[in-house]
């Protein structure tokens, strides 16, 4: 009996001399929607790279129901930053949603009919449907973004993750993007975000982890999203939660 | 020809000063060009001079060096314009507007010759040596054509110094303080156009630009200051066209061009290799000492929570029970991290053989989870 | 066949191998790979020139494109070690190579026949002379048909993995998560890179292999925003391109390769001139007409934000007006001329004033803008 679906243990990584990630144990259980926080140079996108084996770590391993990244591939899904791709490449929003359904068939085989059906749903999900035509070099940041997690929702798996899917983006993006959020919840898939505004953790966000190369806390937002867990997470200095709701 | 003869050699003394000035403006304009990402400029550059010589050629009819120089360098700004407004205003990548300008310029350029070598009565030969480089037949002339430019190469970096530090660092910044990025770029482009037109005649076309780049590439191993680097460029690039002339002629069959770039390719390969702090040898040792270091840290940390499990802190545990969470793969591995832990006086191993925390161990346990991997 | 048709349709295959390939590699940001590997296989060449002592020897192909990986491989390894930029890397690797290919040369090979101009200049004159004989029956110069396979080869390939050609070159790392692995792709395109400029470095030189792989891909990259319609134009822009080429060199009796070279930027250009959508005459058409369109707006708001109030003397004022909006005193003659002329605005003796027209107007915009 597996009690958490994601496990990661003892993970230290490193680039030069410094670590950017010491140690961290991580237990996150199934259906949540976790936000990882802290500082600049915190390690946030490193974490979640490591954990998709995108950056091999100089030690400790992740497993995902118990067993190794790899045998359990088909059920994650990665949103990357949205400055990580060329925009003007030539391809058009389909296209990219399209993308997120080559894990599905596999080598050398092509889209079909029922591919290009689900990538056109998720692409409504977005509210993108007027644009799943348009090519990919003539979108917003927000456009981009919603691109991004159409082809998320497409690769249907059960654990998301998210690399700042907020950053820089229009009211109605953020808003777009807290609806596929609750709405993946709703559906028992499990979340794990990148996330840089303090103030919205609360409101978004059932679970928290606060990072600073080393894991300071995690858990449920209401017990770790704490003033005091906070200082400790950006030093002393700062003072996030002077709106505290 | 023995060593001694060679030193007399009239010949090789003006080839040899010719690459040793060629090696110290190169060297030293390359560092900007390596700075600013720009490396493969001085390949196009190179390249999209050799229509603006056959141009000049096939106007004056002779070969006059000045001449064919100022041809050369008048194309070779027109590509290098061309590169940057190609880049500017669509979404062609630099590299794509690089090679895009490099081969339809020397396509130009063979065309003109082809066409001019069709022509009755033309004197023609040599113009090729352009492509290839011909060292050995540099004249005194040329050489001191190479050292007036050279002088003047020199004096317009000392002059802009500060704006081509400014304009090789951070020239977003720069242009807030009211620099125009544009007249920077403009000279240093200007100049380094010169620099490689003067290298065409010794090294040629293909090779020029690794006179560029490399001396550049060697010297940032070795210091994180411009000013040294861009001497040390210059004097690698001296050194490895001295030492290209001088082998060229020792050995017969030897092409001067390619030699010094194999030599100059050779101080690459040992800076990367050997330099202190960014050497690959030095990172490679520092990153054994540095793993080496985490692992300690970890296996203290692992052994500091076994203990705390008991009421006794200082309770012994089995080489076995600590390892199953430690990073070290083998017992081994982890019974040398063990030894080295206690060593250094951080746990002490007892009669049976098993391993327990001492007090200065507990304080740097406790130090580690405070700070994290930081406290090294 | 007559030897000019055979050159035509060799430079065709080879045009059309190239642009195939190339679309990746400058979308794939590579495009000064291919200046290098075309470059490098001249080391290659030497080496298996003087292991085999034969230049016809199908070893040379394969030892040969070997060289070309290797260099892909020498400037990931150099780059990787974080000490240099890729273009660095790439302006190391290949001249060494080549320097050591040419002093191999000049050394051992100089009097046989391995003539470095002709390979890198490349000769499309000479591809009739080399024929395949079958069966004792001339079926063509052997060069075509040599290009023909490795055409075949480089679109079987596209055509197979199109759709993880497209994945890895737009996004490496979902690449990596979904389960593909982009060094298998990128090694095998590299791989195809190195073998078709083998291919086509004998029957057209280094130099015309870098201008049909980067040329006709980036003047299709300002037509269309489909990677399909990119490869099609690519292999089209090619192949008018190495006709017009050569029939040009024919014509004035000058290199075939560097009259396509030079024919494929030439073409480039007009595209990036005239390109209807990205050209720069669009572009800068486009520019100049919103600036006017934002200027006319900022005279009208300026106008109306002062309308009724005791300053309007001084701010809708003629002669004074620039200073207030920050201009040149031409630049406001000409929006205001644009102005009246919309009968927007009416001027009496030195003062402006907004007909009911411009005040319509300009309400207008402002809900434009600001909703």
């Known amino acids: ?245 | 020809m023995s060593i001694e003869s060679l030193l007399r050699d009239y010949t090789l003394q003006i080839v040899a000063l010719g690459s040793a000035v060629l090696g110290a403006i190169s060297g030293i304009l390359g560092s900007f060009a390596v700075l600013r990402k720009q490396s493969l400029l001085g390949d196009a550059v190179s390249h999209s001079a050799l229509p603006g010589i056959a141009f000049v050629f096939l106007i004056t009819g002779i070969k006059n060096t000045e001449m064919l120089l100022l041809g050369a360098l008048a194309s070779g700004l027109l590509g290098t314009f061309l590169i940057v407004i190609i880049n500017r205003y669509s979404r062609i990548k630099f590299d794509s507007a690089l090679g895009l300008i490099l081969s339809f310029f020397f396509g130009l350029g063979l065309v003109l010759i082809t066409y001019i070598q069709k022509l009755p009565n033309a004197n023609q030969a040599g113009l090729e040596d352009f492509i290839f480089g011909q060292a050995s037949t540099l004249l005194k002339r040329d050489v001191y054509i190479m050292i007036v430019l050279g002088c003047v190469i020199l004096l317009m970096v000392v002059l802009f110094w500060k704006e081509f530090k400014l304009y090789s660092f951070d020239m977003q910044y720069g242009v807030s303080i009211g620099f125009s990025a544009k007249k920077i770029n403009i000279i240093l482009s200007s100049i380094t156009v010169i620099a490689i037109i003067i290298g065409l005649q010794s090294v040629g076309v293909i090779l020029m630009s690794a006179l560029l780049i490399s001396p550049g590439v060697a010297a940032r191993q070795w210091t994180d200051k411009l000013s040294v680097m861009v001497i040390l460029a210059a004097v690698f690039g001296i050194i490895s066209g001295v030492i290209g002339t001088v082998i060229s002629s020792l050995v017969s069959n030897m092409p001067t061009g390619p030699v010094i770039v194999v030599v100059i390719s050779l101080i690459v390969i040992f800076s990367l290799l050997f330099a202190s702090k960014r050497g690959i040898l030095w990172q490679y040792i520092k990153r054994r000492r540095n793993s080496r270091h985490i692992n300690e840290s970890r296996l203290l940390i692992n052994l500091y929570e076994l203990a705390l499990n008991h009421e006794d802190i200082y309770h012994p545990h089995e080489t076995k029970m600590i390892e199953p969470t430690s990073t070290d793969k083998t017992i081994k591995n982890i019974e040398k991290t063990l030894l080295i832990l206690r060593q250094q006086g951080y746990i002490k191993q007892d009669y049976f053989g098993t391993w327990a925390i001492t007090d200065i161990g507990i304080q740097r346990a406790k130090r580690i989870e405070k700070y994290g991997g930081d406290c090294l | 066949m007559s030897p000019q048709l055979e050159i035509i349709i060799t430079a065709i295959i080879v045009s059309s191998a190239c642009a195939l390939l190339g679309v990746f590699l400058i979308l794939r940001k590579m495009a000064m790979m291919t200046d290098a590997i075309s470059h490098t296989i001249l080391l290659g060449i030497v080496v298996a020139f003087l292991l085999t002592k034969s230049i016809n020897s199908p070893l040379l192909i394969i030892g040969t494109a070997l060289m070309g990986v290797l260099t892909v491989y020498l400037t990931e390894v150099l780059k990787r070690t974080k000490l240099m930029a890729e273009d660095s890397a790439i302006g190391i690797v290949f001249p060494l190579l080549f320097s050591i290919a040419i002093i191999l040369i000049t050394k051992y090979a100089g009097n046989v026949h391995l003539d470095i101009d002709s390979v890198l200049l490349g000769e499309l004159a000479f591809v009739p002379f080399d024929r395949l004989i079958v069966f004792g029956r001339d079926i063509g110069p052997k060069s075509t048909y040599i290009m023909l396979t490795i055409l075949l080869i480089d679109g079987v390939f596209v055509i197979l993995f199109f759709k993880e050609l497209k994945l890895v070159t737009f996004d490496a790392a979902l690449a990596s998560v979904l389960g593909f692995s982009s060094v298998f792709i990128h090694y095998s395109l590299m791989g195809l890179v190195s073998v078709t400029a083998v291919g086509a470095f004998e029957a057209v030189g280094s130099i015309l292999v870098i201008a049909f792989m980067i040329g006709p891909p980036v003047s299709a990259y300002m037509l269309t925003d489909k990677l399909k319609n990119m490869l099609m134009l690519s292999i089209g822009i090619g192949i008018v391109n190495a006709v017009i080429g050569y029939q040009l060199a024919a014509l004035l009796d000058v290199s075939i390769a560097g009259s396509i070279a030079t024919v494929i930027g030439i073409t480039f250009l007009l595209i990036f001139i005239f390109a209807p959508k990205r050209g720069m005459i669009t572009i800068g058409y486009t520019r100049h007409v919103r600036k006017i369109g934002f200027a006319v707006n900022s005279l009208l708001f300026h106008l109306h934000n002062h309308e009724g109030t005791e300053k309007e003397k001084v701010e809708s004022n003629r002669q004074t007006l620039h200073h207030h909006l920050h201009w040149d005193k031409k630049f406001l003659d000409i929006i205001l001329k644009k102005v009246i002329n919309l009968n927007y605005v009416t001027q009496k003796e030195e003062y402006l004033k907004l007909t009911q027209e411009g005040r319509d107007y300009t309400l207008k915009a402002y809900q434009d803008i600001t909703s």
Do not use: C
């Open chain 1, 1 to 245: 009996m597996q009690k958490y679906l994601i496990e990661v243990e003892d993970m230290t990584v490193a680039y030069q001399e410094k670590p950017v990630l010491w140690d961290i144990d991580l237990k996150i259980p199934k259906g949540i929607l976790m936000a990882i926080v802290g500082p600049n140079g915190a390690g946030k996108s490193t974490l979640i790279k490591a954990m998709l084996n995108l950056i091999k770590p100089i030690s400790g391993k992740v497993l995902f129901n118990g067993k190794s990244y790899e045998s359990q591939r088909r059920y994650i899904g990665y949103v990357p930053q949205r400055g990580s791709v060329d925009w003007d490449f030539p391809t058009s929003v389909l296209d990219v949603v399209l993308m997120g359904t080559y894990g599905q068939i596999g080598w050398i085989k092509r889209p079909g009919k029922k591919q290009k059906e689900m990538a056109l749903n998720a692409i409504k999900e977005v509210g993108m449907e007027t644009f799943s035509q348009r090519q990919i070099s003539q979108l917003s940041g927000g456009q981009q973004q919603r691109v991004f997690l159409a082809r998320a929702l497409v690769q249907d798996a059960d654990i998301y993750f998210m690399d700042e899917p907020f950053q820089g983006v229009d009211a109605k993006t953020e808003k777009a993007i807290i609806h596929i959020l609750k709405k993946l919840r709703k559906r028992g898939k499990t979340v794990i975000v990148v996330h840089h505004d303090l103030q919205t953790v609360k409101e978004y966000f059932d679970w928290v982890t606060l990072l600073n190369t080393r894991l300071i806390k995690y858990g449920n937002v209401d017990e770790v999203f704490t003033d005091e867990n906070l200082k400790m997470t950006y030093g002393s200095s700062v003072r996030v939660l002077s709106r505290e709701a």
